[in-house]
Protein backbone atom coordinates (compact mmCIF):
# COMPACT_ATOMS: atom_id res chain seq x y z
CA UNK A 1 0.00 0.00 0.00
CA UNK A 2 3.12 2.05 0.46
CA UNK A 3 1.81 3.54 3.56
CA UNK A 4 5.18 3.36 5.72
CA UNK A 5 6.63 6.72 6.24
CA UNK A 6 9.37 7.55 3.70
CA UNK A 7 11.57 10.39 5.46
CA UNK A 8 13.46 12.02 2.54
CA UNK A 9 12.47 15.73 3.38
CA UNK A 10 13.46 18.25 0.91
CA UNK A 11 15.65 20.69 1.34
CA UNK A 12 13.53 23.93 3.42
CA UNK A 13 12.25 25.86 0.15
CA UNK A 14 12.38 29.58 1.88
CA UNK A 15 14.63 31.45 0.83
CA UNK A 16 17.38 32.74 2.33
CA UNK A 17 16.20 36.76 2.67
CA UNK A 18 12.80 35.40 4.28
CA UNK A 19 14.50 33.19 6.51
CA UNK A 20 13.65 35.44 9.39
CA UNK A 21 10.20 35.11 10.83
CA UNK A 22 9.57 38.72 10.89
CA UNK A 23 10.41 38.67 7.14
CA UNK A 24 8.57 35.69 6.46
CA UNK A 25 5.32 37.28 7.91
CA UNK A 26 6.25 40.60 6.05
CA UNK A 27 6.48 39.36 2.91
CA UNK A 28 3.46 36.60 3.37
CA UNK A 29 1.35 36.80 -0.19
CA UNK A 30 -1.89 38.71 0.24
CA UNK A 31 -3.72 39.45 -2.95
CA UNK A 32 -3.88 37.53 -6.23
CA UNK A 33 -0.75 39.40 -7.46
CA UNK A 34 1.08 37.49 -5.02
CA UNK A 35 0.12 34.68 -5.33
CA UNK A 36 0.76 34.83 -9.36
CA UNK A 37 3.71 36.60 -8.50
CA UNK A 38 5.00 33.40 -6.94
CA UNK A 39 4.06 32.01 -9.75
CA UNK A 40 0.70 30.16 -8.89
CA UNK A 41 -1.71 29.73 -11.52
CA UNK A 42 -4.97 30.69 -10.36
CA UNK A 43 -8.29 28.37 -11.69
CA UNK A 44 -11.28 30.58 -12.25
CA UNK A 45 -13.22 29.17 -9.35
CA UNK A 46 -9.88 30.83 -7.03
CA UNK A 47 -10.31 34.14 -9.01
CA UNK A 48 -14.21 34.47 -7.48
CA UNK A 49 -13.29 33.25 -4.14
CA UNK A 50 -10.56 36.25 -4.12
CA UNK A 51 -12.66 38.73 -5.84
CA UNK A 52 -15.56 37.62 -3.17
CA UNK A 53 -13.13 38.31 -0.40
CA UNK A 54 -11.89 41.76 -1.67
CA UNK A 55 -15.28 42.92 -1.82
CA UNK A 56 -17.32 41.26 1.04
CA UNK A 57 -14.15 41.17 3.64
CA UNK A 58 -13.84 38.71 6.43
CA UNK A 59 -10.87 36.79 6.70
CA UNK A 60 -8.06 37.58 4.82
CA UNK A 61 -5.79 36.48 2.59
CA UNK A 62 -2.18 35.13 4.01
CA UNK A 63 0.62 32.73 2.97
CA UNK A 64 4.12 33.07 4.02
CA UNK A 65 6.90 32.27 2.01
CA UNK A 66 7.59 29.35 3.19
CA UNK A 67 3.64 27.57 3.12
CA UNK A 68 3.31 29.20 -0.48
CA UNK A 69 6.77 27.39 -1.34
CA UNK A 70 4.84 24.00 -0.45
CA UNK A 71 2.44 24.36 -2.64
CA UNK A 72 1.74 23.00 -6.25
CA UNK A 73 1.83 25.82 -8.81
CA UNK A 74 -0.35 24.07 -11.31
CA UNK A 75 -2.42 21.64 -9.09
CA UNK A 76 -5.48 23.59 -7.99
CA UNK A 77 -6.58 20.52 -5.60
CA UNK A 78 -2.99 20.58 -4.07
CA UNK A 79 -3.83 20.00 0.21
CA UNK A 80 -1.94 22.22 0.73
CA UNK A 81 -3.37 24.90 -1.67
CA UNK A 82 -7.08 24.16 -0.35
CA UNK A 83 -6.25 25.40 2.64
CA UNK A 84 -5.35 28.69 2.56
CA UNK A 85 -6.88 30.11 -0.72
CA UNK A 86 -10.44 31.07 -0.75
CA UNK A 87 -12.86 29.58 -3.87
CA UNK A 88 -16.12 30.93 -4.07
CA UNK A 89 -17.89 28.14 -1.86
CA UNK A 90 -16.40 29.82 0.47
CA UNK A 91 -18.90 32.36 0.15
CA UNK A 92 -22.15 30.67 -0.32
CA UNK A 93 -24.07 30.69 2.87
CA UNK A 94 -25.68 27.23 4.31
CA UNK A 95 -28.49 26.91 6.96
CA UNK A 96 -26.56 24.93 9.21
CA UNK A 97 -23.66 28.34 9.42
CA UNK A 98 -22.95 29.57 12.40
CA UNK A 99 -20.78 32.66 13.09
CA UNK A 100 -19.64 31.60 17.06
CA UNK A 101 -19.53 27.63 16.50
CA UNK A 102 -18.52 27.43 19.87
CA UNK A 103 -20.70 29.96 21.31
CA UNK A 104 -17.53 31.74 22.81
CA UNK A 105 -18.97 34.83 23.02
CA UNK A 106 -21.51 33.45 25.14
CA UNK A 107 -18.76 31.86 27.85
CA UNK A 108 -16.55 34.68 27.33
CA UNK A 109 -15.71 35.35 31.04
CA UNK A 110 -13.37 38.45 30.44
CA UNK A 111 -12.61 39.84 27.09
CA UNK A 112 -10.54 37.35 25.24
CA UNK A 113 -10.89 34.89 27.91
CA UNK A 114 -13.49 31.97 27.12
CA UNK A 115 -14.21 29.86 30.22
CA UNK A 116 -16.08 26.81 28.95
CA UNK A 117 -14.99 23.79 30.63
CA UNK A 118 -14.59 24.20 35.07
CA UNK A 119 -10.73 23.17 35.06
CA UNK A 120 -9.70 25.29 31.90
CA UNK A 121 -9.78 28.36 29.79
CA UNK A 122 -8.90 29.73 26.27
CA UNK A 123 -6.92 33.16 26.42
CA UNK A 124 -6.93 34.56 22.98
CA UNK A 125 -4.18 36.73 23.13
CA UNK A 126 -4.30 38.18 19.64
CA UNK A 127 -6.24 37.79 16.17
CA UNK A 128 -3.62 37.44 14.14
CA UNK A 129 -1.84 34.47 12.68
CA UNK A 130 1.01 34.10 10.20
CA UNK A 131 -1.60 32.70 7.58
CA UNK A 132 -4.98 32.44 7.34
CA UNK A 133 -6.95 28.56 7.43
CA UNK A 134 -9.73 29.37 5.22
CA UNK A 135 -11.84 26.44 7.64
CA UNK A 136 -10.88 28.48 10.28
CA UNK A 137 -13.36 27.73 13.01
CA UNK A 138 -12.80 31.88 14.72
CA UNK A 139 -13.38 33.42 11.40
CA UNK A 140 -15.75 35.88 13.02
CA UNK A 141 -12.92 37.60 14.20
CA UNK A 142 -9.17 36.56 12.75
CA UNK A 143 -7.47 38.78 11.36
CA UNK A 144 -10.28 41.45 11.65
CA UNK A 145 -9.45 42.48 15.06
CA UNK A 146 -10.02 44.05 17.56
CA UNK A 147 -6.65 42.74 18.66
CA UNK A 148 -6.70 42.13 22.74
CA UNK A 149 -4.45 44.58 24.50
CA UNK A 150 -2.04 44.11 27.42
CA UNK A 151 -5.23 45.90 29.77
CA UNK A 152 -7.80 42.89 28.24
CA UNK A 153 -4.65 40.06 29.56
CA UNK A 154 -4.63 42.06 32.78
CA UNK A 155 -7.77 41.33 33.45
CA UNK A 156 -7.77 37.99 32.31
CA UNK A 157 -5.03 36.82 34.39
CA UNK A 158 -6.98 38.19 37.35
CA UNK A 159 -9.78 35.85 36.30
CA UNK A 160 -7.57 33.24 36.35
CA UNK A 161 -6.09 34.14 39.49
CA UNK A 162 -9.46 34.81 41.41
CA UNK A 163 -10.78 30.88 40.26
CA UNK A 164 -8.71 28.60 41.79
CA UNK A 165 -10.47 25.67 40.15
CA UNK A 166 -8.92 26.70 36.70
CA UNK A 167 -5.71 24.32 36.13
CA UNK A 168 -4.70 24.79 32.88
CA UNK A 169 -4.62 27.74 30.51
CA UNK A 170 -4.77 27.11 26.77
CA UNK A 171 -3.14 29.95 25.04
CA UNK A 172 -4.58 30.67 21.33
CA UNK A 173 -5.99 33.34 19.24
CA UNK A 174 -4.96 33.96 16.43
CA UNK A 175 -1.88 32.53 17.30
CA UNK A 176 0.10 33.56 20.07
CA UNK A 177 3.22 32.98 18.54
CA UNK A 178 2.16 36.15 16.54
CA UNK A 179 3.65 38.06 20.06
CA UNK A 180 7.26 39.35 20.11
CA UNK A 181 9.37 37.63 22.73
CA UNK A 182 9.34 39.77 24.99
CA UNK A 183 5.33 39.82 24.79
CA UNK A 184 5.85 36.02 25.35
CA UNK A 185 7.97 35.89 28.20
CA UNK A 186 5.76 38.51 30.58
CA UNK A 187 2.61 36.45 29.05
CA UNK A 188 4.25 33.56 30.57
CA UNK A 189 5.61 35.07 33.56
CA UNK A 190 1.95 36.35 34.45
CA UNK A 191 0.47 32.54 33.71
CA UNK A 192 3.54 30.77 36.15
CA UNK A 193 3.07 33.23 38.75
CA UNK A 194 -0.50 31.91 39.72
CA UNK A 195 -0.02 29.36 42.47
CA UNK A 196 -2.98 26.70 41.27
CA UNK A 197 -2.54 26.41 37.39
CA UNK A 198 -0.85 22.95 36.33
CA UNK A 199 -0.63 23.31 32.69
CA UNK A 200 -0.32 26.27 29.85
CA UNK A 201 -0.78 24.86 26.53
CA UNK A 202 0.46 27.38 23.51
CA UNK A 203 -1.60 26.35 19.93
CA UNK A 204 0.01 27.01 17.26
CA UNK A 205 0.19 26.86 13.74
CA UNK A 206 3.55 28.11 13.36
CA UNK A 207 5.36 24.85 12.59
CA UNK A 208 3.35 24.28 9.45
CA UNK A 209 3.48 28.40 8.40
CA UNK A 210 6.29 30.08 9.99
CA UNK A 211 8.74 27.87 11.68
CA UNK A 212 11.54 30.28 11.32
CA UNK A 213 9.26 31.56 14.42
CA UNK A 214 10.94 28.39 16.86
CA UNK A 215 14.14 30.51 17.74
CA UNK A 216 16.86 28.97 21.03
CA UNK A 217 15.85 32.20 22.22
CA UNK A 218 12.21 31.51 22.01
CA UNK A 219 12.10 27.96 23.49
CA UNK A 220 14.54 28.96 26.43
CA UNK A 221 11.19 31.18 27.05
CA UNK A 222 9.23 28.44 26.94
CA UNK A 223 10.86 25.93 28.35
CA UNK A 224 9.48 24.38 31.99
CA UNK A 225 10.66 25.76 35.03
CA UNK A 226 12.74 23.50 37.58
CA UNK A 227 10.51 24.33 40.66
CA UNK A 228 6.45 23.41 40.61
CA UNK A 229 5.02 26.32 38.08
CA UNK A 230 2.98 25.30 35.33
CA UNK A 231 4.07 22.88 32.32
CA UNK A 232 4.09 24.61 28.65
CA UNK A 233 3.24 22.25 25.84
CA UNK A 234 2.91 23.15 22.66
CA UNK A 235 0.06 22.28 20.58
CA UNK A 236 0.94 22.22 16.93
CA UNK A 237 -1.67 22.03 13.83
CA UNK A 238 -0.54 19.70 10.94
CA UNK A 239 -3.47 18.66 8.51
CA UNK A 240 -0.93 16.88 5.68
CA UNK A 241 2.49 15.14 5.74
CA UNK A 242 3.33 17.89 3.29
CA UNK A 243 3.81 20.43 5.68
CA UNK A 244 5.92 18.33 7.84
CA UNK A 245 8.81 17.49 5.07
CA UNK A 246 10.79 21.03 4.75
CA UNK A 247 14.07 21.09 7.08
CA UNK A 248 13.07 24.09 9.03
CA UNK A 249 9.81 22.25 10.39
CA UNK A 250 11.68 19.16 11.41
CA UNK A 251 14.76 21.76 13.13
CA UNK A 252 11.79 23.57 15.22
CA UNK A 253 10.07 20.61 16.29
CA UNK A 254 13.08 19.31 17.48
CA UNK A 255 14.37 22.50 19.11
CA UNK A 256 11.05 22.77 20.97
CA UNK A 257 11.13 18.66 22.11
CA UNK A 258 14.87 18.83 22.99
CA UNK A 259 14.62 21.88 24.34
CA UNK A 260 12.36 20.29 27.44
CA UNK A 261 8.56 21.38 25.60
CA UNK A 262 6.41 18.82 24.47
CA UNK A 263 4.54 18.61 21.45
CA UNK A 264 1.46 17.81 21.05
CA UNK A 265 -0.85 17.42 17.50
CA UNK A 266 -4.38 18.37 16.29
CA UNK A 267 -5.87 17.66 13.13
CA UNK A 268 -8.36 18.53 11.56
CA UNK A 269 -10.49 16.44 9.40
CA UNK A 270 -10.91 18.24 5.79
CA UNK A 271 -12.40 16.98 2.87
CA UNK A 272 -10.43 16.63 -0.06
CA UNK A 273 -6.88 17.38 2.17
CA UNK A 274 -6.75 13.98 4.15
CA UNK A 275 -10.21 12.67 4.01
CA UNK A 276 -8.81 8.90 3.56
CA UNK A 277 -7.39 6.13 5.27
CA UNK A 278 -4.17 6.15 3.74
CA UNK A 279 -3.04 10.39 4.13
CA UNK A 280 -3.97 10.06 7.59
CA UNK A 281 -1.80 7.07 8.53
CA UNK A 282 0.96 8.45 6.85
CA UNK A 283 0.52 11.73 8.91
CA UNK A 284 -0.26 10.50 12.01
CA UNK A 285 3.03 7.98 11.55
CA UNK A 286 5.04 10.92 10.08
CA UNK A 287 4.59 12.98 13.42
CA UNK A 288 5.23 10.17 15.61
CA UNK A 289 8.44 9.54 13.88
CA UNK A 290 9.28 13.54 14.57
CA UNK A 291 8.13 12.60 18.48
CA UNK A 292 5.39 14.83 17.97
CA UNK A 293 2.11 13.49 19.63
CA UNK A 294 -0.93 13.05 17.77
CA UNK A 295 -3.38 14.24 20.16
CA UNK A 296 -6.82 15.58 18.52
CA UNK A 297 -8.68 14.81 14.53
CA UNK A 298 -11.48 16.98 15.10
CA UNK A 299 -14.47 16.80 13.05
CA UNK A 300 -14.53 20.87 10.95
CA UNK A 301 -16.73 23.25 12.34
CA UNK A 302 -19.95 24.92 11.69
CA UNK A 303 -18.09 28.35 10.78
CA UNK A 304 -19.65 30.03 7.67
CA UNK A 305 -17.86 28.81 4.14
CA UNK A 306 -16.70 25.50 5.72
CA UNK A 307 -19.50 23.54 4.38
CA UNK A 308 -17.24 22.22 1.03
CA UNK A 309 -14.46 20.88 3.93
CA UNK A 310 -16.80 18.84 6.04
CA UNK A 311 -16.65 15.42 5.74
CA UNK A 312 -20.15 13.75 6.38
CA UNK A 313 -20.38 12.36 10.11
CA UNK A 314 -20.56 8.83 8.89
CA UNK A 315 -17.83 9.02 6.56
CA UNK A 316 -15.67 10.89 9.20
CA UNK A 317 -16.58 8.07 11.51
CA UNK A 318 -16.00 5.26 8.78
CA UNK A 319 -13.02 6.63 8.38
CA UNK A 320 -11.54 7.14 11.87
CA UNK A 321 -12.53 3.34 12.97
CA UNK A 322 -10.59 2.54 9.77
CA UNK A 323 -7.67 3.45 11.69
CA UNK A 324 -8.00 0.71 14.31
CA UNK A 325 -5.51 -1.84 13.96
CA UNK A 326 -3.23 -0.16 11.42
CA UNK A 327 -1.48 2.15 14.14
CA UNK A 328 -0.81 1.87 17.49
CA UNK A 329 -2.18 3.66 20.47
CA UNK A 330 0.49 5.92 20.42
CA UNK A 331 -0.02 7.38 17.00
CA UNK A 332 -3.65 7.62 17.10
CA UNK A 333 -5.53 10.29 17.95
CA UNK A 334 -9.02 11.05 19.70
CA UNK A 335 -11.65 11.78 17.09
CA UNK A 336 -13.86 14.51 18.51
CA UNK A 337 -16.69 16.89 17.56
CA UNK A 338 -16.85 20.50 19.16
CA UNK A 339 -20.46 20.73 19.90
CA UNK A 340 -22.44 23.73 18.89
CA UNK A 341 -23.20 26.53 21.43
CA UNK A 342 -20.07 25.67 23.62
CA UNK A 343 -21.35 22.53 24.59
CA UNK A 344 -18.07 20.79 24.66
CA UNK A 345 -16.15 18.03 22.95
CA UNK A 346 -17.75 14.61 22.68
CA UNK A 347 -15.82 12.11 21.22
CA UNK A 348 -16.35 9.89 17.78
CA UNK A 349 -14.37 7.45 18.52
CA UNK A 350 -15.29 3.86 17.43
CA UNK A 351 -17.43 1.59 20.13
CA UNK A 352 -16.41 -2.03 19.66
CA UNK A 353 -19.82 -3.43 21.62
CA UNK A 354 -22.61 -4.15 19.25
CA UNK A 355 -25.00 -6.16 21.28
CA UNK A 356 -25.55 -6.66 24.70
CA UNK A 357 -27.19 -9.25 26.83
CA UNK A 358 -28.18 -10.31 30.48
CA UNK A 359 -24.52 -12.43 30.54
CA UNK A 360 -22.67 -11.10 27.94
CA UNK A 361 -21.55 -8.11 25.37
CA UNK A 362 -20.54 -9.04 21.69
CA UNK A 363 -17.25 -7.25 20.89
CA UNK A 364 -16.76 -6.29 17.29
CA UNK A 365 -12.65 -6.23 16.57
CA UNK A 366 -10.97 -4.23 13.95
CA UNK A 367 -11.07 -6.93 11.20
CA UNK A 368 -15.28 -7.04 12.11
CA UNK A 369 -14.98 -10.65 14.01
CA UNK A 370 -17.22 -10.73 16.62
CA UNK A 371 -16.37 -12.45 19.80
CA UNK A 372 -18.37 -12.27 23.57
CA UNK A 373 -17.15 -11.38 26.57
CA UNK A 374 -18.45 -11.97 30.30
CA UNK A 375 -20.63 -8.65 31.70
CA UNK A 376 -18.90 -9.37 35.06
Not at 21 to 39: E, P, S, V
Not at 212 to 231: A, F, H, I, M
Not at 293 to 299: D, E, F, G, I, S
Request: net charge negative; charged share 25%; aromatic share 6%.
Amino acid sequence: MGLDVVDNAPPDPSPAPVADWHLQLKHAARTAADLRAAGLRLSDDEVRGLAHLQAQGGLPLGVTPHFLALLDPDDVNDPLRLQVIPRAAEFLPTPWDRRDPLGEEELEAVPALVHRYPDRVLLLATDRCAAYCRFCTRKRLVGQGPTPSWEHLERAFQYITEHPEVREVIVSGGDAMMLGDDRVALLLARLRAIAHLDVIRIASRMLAFCPQRVTPELVSLLKNPDDDGPVTYWLSHFNHEKELHPTATQVAIALLIDGGVPVLNQTVLLRGVNDSRDTLLRLFRLLTRRRVRPYYLHQCDLAPGTDAFRVPIDDARALYASLRGHLSGLSIPTFVIDIPGGKGKASLGFDPVVAVDADSVTLRSYRGELVKYPRR
